[in-house]
């Protein structure tokens, strides 16, 4: 019998997850970053999702908010952060949640691609050229960014 693949593994765990969602309706809280130098952003594709995303994940128990972005960044990304500030407060409702995402900014960063079963790529893309299969919510994140507007509490 062949093992079976990561990503299909994670796929899978991660259906299951949803479906979970669908009759418990957690509240949960997120972290994403939106770190942009030279009119690019740095986004991120995992094994179990399909598209790109701003690098964030969930707040772990007795984990402050900067502390829960930071981790991500560096376990997504390998991203290491010189400033962080809030850009926006979002709240969704999909796939049965109610889920609270803190956004952070960060203008000022470095990053290397990691070796990780969770994320399959890392990449810097110009605003204006956005890969195919990026998030909606990551469209409307950098499209807020690029506006001038912050401190956004809003829906997703």
């Known amino acids: 019998m062949l093992p079976i693949q990561v990503p299909k593994l994670a796929r899978f765990l991660h259906s299951v997850q949803r479906l979970h969602w669908r009759f418990a309706r957690p509240t949960t809280v997120g972290v994403r970053l939106l770190a942009v130098k030279e009119g690019a952003v740095l986004l991120v594709k995992h094994t179990y999702l399909d598209g790109w995303y701003l690098p ?60 990780s079963q969770e994320i399959e790529s890392v990449q810097c893309f110009a605003f204006n050229e956005l890969p195919e299969g990026t998030s909606l919510g990551t469209h409307r994140r950098i499209a807020e960014y690029t506006a001038g507007e912050r401190a956004v509490a809003t829906s997703w």
């Open 56 to 115: 964030g994940g969930g707040v772990q128990a007795g984990e402050t908010l900067r502390d829960a972005v930071k981790r991500e960044a560096a376990e997504e990304a390998g991203a290491g952060l010189q400033d962080l500030r809030l850009f926006g407060v979002y709240s969704s409702f999909f796939e049965g949640k109610s889920d609270h995402i803190v956004v952070f900014l960060s203008e000022e960063f470095s990053w290397r691609r990691v070796g």
